[in-house]
Every structure is written in structure tokens, then in C-alpha cells.
T-cell receptor, first 115, second 114 residues
């Protein structure tokens, strides 16, 4: 079965510093991987996805993610954190079934960016 | 604005009461999903519908039923609410054609069962 793990419940960074939110995955077949962000009292918003091709994927709000097949990781990164990046971040993997797909989410990592 | 609309946004139920959470999308997506979000557990899939007329159980279906009323609407029913069903419920939709499509989520329903 497809699964993702987010080893950190919380990540703290100072504004202007680079940030990394970690994710590892376990899949059978080719991985389709996603990052979503959730701001307080809101639904999840799609940030970026990896399907195939370049290992560095660029997404919304200046975020990018690095796919590493040998380490089965898909870490979310941003070169310079903003206070407004503070939110809950979810890594996810697509799980195909006949006729469609469903998405399996990690437990989430809360990011705090201090001014 | 185009997207996924959930109603109600908040609800308090007494144990044993029933209710239906409504979800509608206007993006002509084929697939729709219901998740619950609990602290430290991420999002867990309750039920999903690949297309109009089909529904399947997800990871945590017990205590819930769903109806895919038409392509736009996918409702979630709690027949006899229990305190363990206190959670935030999210509806989502997606297109399945092509590879690697993400979800569009509604803003959620915060349900408390007392």
C-alpha cells in the first residue's frame, strides 16, 4: 500500500532563513507525490506535485520540492522563509485504483516562522 | 468563485442524532472524496466516488454513509452520531483524466458531538 511519513510534527525557522519540511514515501510503482498547505480554518491548498522528469519541482508561493528516489524522499523547501508561510503542511501520495485515484496524506508538519 | 462548497461550516450534535453534510463542486470533476481531519492523524479518507453513480469505502467508513446525488454533489451522512466522530470534515474533488492531478478542497465542516 502507498504511504507517506512526515517525521517532524513541527519545524521552527527564522524569517529569511531557508526552510525544509521532510517527507518520505513508500510506493509500489512510480510515485505521484504532492504537497499541500493548510492555513488556519481553511481547507487544504495544492502547492506542487512530482510526476516524472526533473527531481526539483517548483510550486506556488516560492516553494519547491526535491524528489530523491534512492532515499525515497520528497522534501519541501524554500530558500527564504516568510512569517506568512506559517501553516500546516501535508505530504501526499496518489494511490491508483480502477477508474480513478485517491490520495493518502501524511500526518502533517506545522511550520512556525518567527519574525 | 469556482470551487468546492461545503455546508454547514459548524455543527453541534447530541450523541445519537443524525445529520447530513453537503458538498457541491462546480468544476465538472468526476471524482469526489470525504476526509476527516483529527489532530496528529492528518487526513483520513472516509468514502470516495470515482464518478457519478459509484461510491467506495475509504480508510474509516464505519458510522458513515454517502450519496453521489449527481456529478456535482456528494453528501456524507451520520446516522447516529458518536463523540468519536467529533472532527473537521473536508470534501474534495478532482479530475481523473491525465496524470497527477491534485485535489480541490472545500473549507471544511467542524462537527462536535456531545
Amino acid at each position: 500500500a502507498q504511504s507517506v511519513a512526515q517525521p517532524e510534527d513541527q519545524v521552527n525557522v527564522a524569517e529569511g532563513n531557508p526552510l525544509t519540511v521532510k517527507c518520505t514515501y513508500s510506493v509500489s510503482g512510480n510515485p505521484y507525490l504532492f504537497w499541500y498547505v493548510q492555513y488556519p480554518n481553511r481547507g487544504l491548498q495544492f502547492l506542487l506535485k512530482y510526476i516524472t522528469g526533473d527531481n526539483l519541482v517548483k510550486g506556488s508561493y516560492g516553494f519547491e520540492a526535491e524528489f530523491n528516489k534512492s532515499q525515497t524522499s520528497f522534501h519541501l523547501k524554500k530558500p527564504s522563509a516568510l512569517v506568512s508561510d506559517s501553516a500546516l503542511y501535508f505530504c501526499a501520495v496518489r494511490d491508483d485504483y480502477t477508474g480513478g485515484f485517491k490520495t493518502i496524506f501524511g500526518a502533517g508538519t506545522r511550520l512556525f516562522v518567527k519574525a | 468563485n469556482a470551487g468546492v462548497t461545503q455546508t454547514p461550516k459548524f455543527q453541534v450534535l447530541k450523541t445519537g442524532q443524525s445529520m447530513t453534510l453537503q458538498c457541491a463542486q462546480d468544476m465538472n470533476h468526476n471524482s469526489m472524496y470525504w476526509y476527516r481531519q483529527d489532530p496528529g492523524m492528518g487526513l483520513r479518507l472516509i468514502y470516495y466516488s470515482a464518478s457519478e453513480g459509484t461510491t467506495d469505502k475509504g480508510e474509516v467508513p464505519n458510522g458513515y454513509n454517502v450519496s453521489r446525488l449527481n456529478k456535482r454533489e456528494f453528501s456524507l451522512r451520520l446516522e447516529s452520531a458518536a463523540p468519536s466522530q467529533t472532527s473537521v470534515y473536508f470534501c474534495a474533488s478532482s479530475e481523473v483524466k491525465g496524470a497527477g492531478h491534485g485535489y480541490t478542497f472545500g473549507s471544511g465542516t467542524r462537527l462536535t458531538v456531545v
